[in-house]
């Protein structure tokens, strides 16, 4: 069956621009998490979904960042005004359950990920 | 909020050669993971442990709650075993993203 899939796969934009990135969950988990995995550095754990909403939005790392979920399927994650800093891996990543929190007890099924750079 | 070390950052290791790969942290936890990364960037989840030990296959993860310890160990290791192996764990401290750290990674090459 089919996992998890983003688009784009990369994305290199200037400084200043406005970027979207999408996940599509594998059908029918509930919960939708974002990671962001910078050069050198480990994984970050950004905002997770349960349905459509977002208990938990404290891991983005500033009010440049949102991300919505519709229909309880496919997440995008926006980036406005991009900066040099924002330049990772952006991974998405989906579970059958909610768990309540991140990585709680819930095996998730990772993304491949989009790369961004910004120039 | 919780350091997480792991170690080592790099092992190179020749096939069949039994693996250690340890993660250490701060504050007492109610689940640690560990994670699979391959070249590529595909990311596996392994195993969730919040006492004892488990074993998938060649793959044993244990974990001493009371030393704030866990160990991933890989038996008859093999190539494709290569990749990044990561260790994240969610903490009693806080909610949300505070209480949820993740280790840099530890980069495993197992040569034929």
């Known amino acids: 069956g089919a996992g998890v899939s983003q688009s784009p796969s990369n994305k290199v934009t200037e400084k200043g621009k406005d970027v979207e990135l999408r996940c599509d969950p594998i059908?029918?988990?509930?919960?939708l998490y974002w990671y962001r995995q910078s050069l050198g550095q480990g994984l970050e754990f950004l905002i997770y979904?349960?349905?459509?909403?977002?208990?938990?939005k404290s891991g983005l790392p500033s009010d440049r960042f949102s991300a919505e979920r519709t229909g309880g399927s496919v997440s995008t994650l926006t980036i406005q005004r991009t900066q040099q800093e924002d330049s990772a891996v952006y991974l998405c990543?989906?579970?059958?359950?909610?768990?309540?929190?991140?990585?709680?007890?819930?095996?998730?099924?990772f993304g491949p990920g989009t790369r961004l750079t910004v120039l | 909020k919780n350091e997480v070390e792991q170690s080592p950052q790099n092992l190179t290791a020749q096939e069949g050669e039994f693996i250690t790969i340890n993660c250490s942290y701060s504050?007492?936890?109610?689940?640690l993971h560990w994670l699979q990364q391959h070249p590529g960037g595909g990311i596996v989840s392994l195993f969730m442990?919040?006492?004892g030990k488990k074993k998938h296959g060649r793959l044993i993860a244990t974990i001493n709650i009371q030393e704030k310890h866990s160990s991933l160990h890989i038996t008859a290791s093999h190539p494709r075993d290569s990749a990044v192996y990561i260790c994240?764990?969610?903490?009693?401290?806080?909610?949300?993203?505070?209480?949820?750290?993740f280790g840099k990674g530890t980069h495993l090459i197992i040569q034929p």
């Open positions: 990543a989906s579970s059958p359950t909610s768990g309540g929190v991140p990585l709680s007890t819930d095996t998730q099924y």
């Open positions: 059908s029918g988990h509930t919960a």
């Open positions: 979904f349960q349905g459509n909403s977002a208990p938990d």
């Open positions: 504050v007492g936890i109610s689940a």
């Open positions: 442990l919040s006492s």
């Open positions: 994240a764990v969610r903490s009693y401290s806080g909610g949300g993203a505070d209480g949820l750290t």
